[in-house]
């Protein structure tokens, strides 16, 4: 039997990471409801300050977004690292009382759950989401004071044979396609987590996912594969974004961090 533990990245077309979920999602609250279990969380407003002062520090807005030097990429990776630590701990705080230990473990995260949408979903899809849009709102922060607009969150490409280059996909556009019953031309398209760029979300300088599987992994968390029947079947996720993108990706994994 094949466990459901990891929330892929290969979003579903017609369904979005976070979508339906209401909560209080800051640091503070969840740090509220039980302080003695969240002393990483602490400071999370401040933690950026640091990172942007060593990445950023006598440089124009001009010259940062111009090259993603190795201080830089250092300073994003730190952070997004961190986005991905809190955005577990966070989601975890929040189910204390759903699982046995602290975390679920594989037996837990295939059981069956209702989102806050009244899908059924696995625990493993639930806590994946959750983590995501943490993870999200946590990296959105910190680019912003780290690169501001230099980052991508969650954009959507789509690879034009005809014109040999890429195109971005607008939220509108790909909106409208959902609305429409049109989703089936999504199919092909890639929406990575975080994009670094110049200013020009079409010129990609670096590209990060997220991964966050439901039990705590002893090895490193591999890319997640297209399913077959898709365009990209018998791949994975870090080939395609490499290949329609340009740059390596890496991943961001809570215990792990970056991997390449």
Not at 1 to 11: E, F, N, P, R, Y
């Given at each position: 039997?094949?466990?459901?533990?990891?929330?892929?990245?290969?979003?579903?077309v017609g369904v979005q990471r976070g979508d339906g979920y209401s909560y209080d999602n800051s640091v503070s609250a969840a740090c509220r409801q039980n302080p003695a279990n969240c002393p990483a969380l602490a400071g999370k407003e401040a933690a950026f300050e640091p990172i942007r002062q060593a990445?950023?520090?006598g440089l124009s807005v001009a010259v940062v977004l111009a090259a993603l030097n190795d201080e830089a990429r250092s300073s994003i990776e730190q952070a997004l690292t961190y986005c991905?630590?809190?955005a577990r701990s966070e989601v975890l705080l929040r189910y204390q009382t759903a699982f046995?230990?602290?975390?679920?473990d594989a037996n837990e995260c295939n059981q069956w759950t209702v989102d806050a949408q009244g899908r059924r979903v696995?625990?493993?899809?639930?806590?994946?989401?959750?983590?995501?849009?943490?993870?999200?709102?946590?990296?959105?922060?910190?680019?912003?004071?780290?690169?501001?607009?230099g980052f991508s969150l969650e954009q959507r490409y789509r690879y034009d044979s005809r014109a040999g280059r890429r195109k971005l996909v607008s939220t509108t556009e790909e909106q409208?396609?959902?609305d429409s019953g049109n989703q089936g031309e999504l199919r092909g398209t890639v929406k990575p987590d975080v994009v670094i760029h110049s200013g020009d979300p079409l010129d990609v300088q670096a590209i990060y996912d997220f991964k966050?599987?439901?039990?705590?992994?002893?090895?490193v968390p591999d890319w997640d594969s297209y399913p077959e029947g898709h365009p990209?079947?018998?791949l994975h996720q870090g080939d395609i974004y490499q290949q329609l993108l340009g740059p390596k990706p890496a991943r961001i994994t809570p215990r792990w961090g970056v991997i390449r």
């Open positions: 039997m094949v466990l459901v533990l990891q929330a892929a990245c290969i979003t579903p990445g950023t520090a991905g630590e809190i046995k230990g602290p975390t679920p696995t625990w493993a899809m639930r806590l994946g989401t959750e983590m995501h849009e943490v993870a999200r709102q946590c990296a959105e922060e910190a680019l912003n004071k780290l690169r501001p607009g409208a396609l959902k966050f599987p439901c039990v705590n992994p002893n090895d990209y079947s018998g």
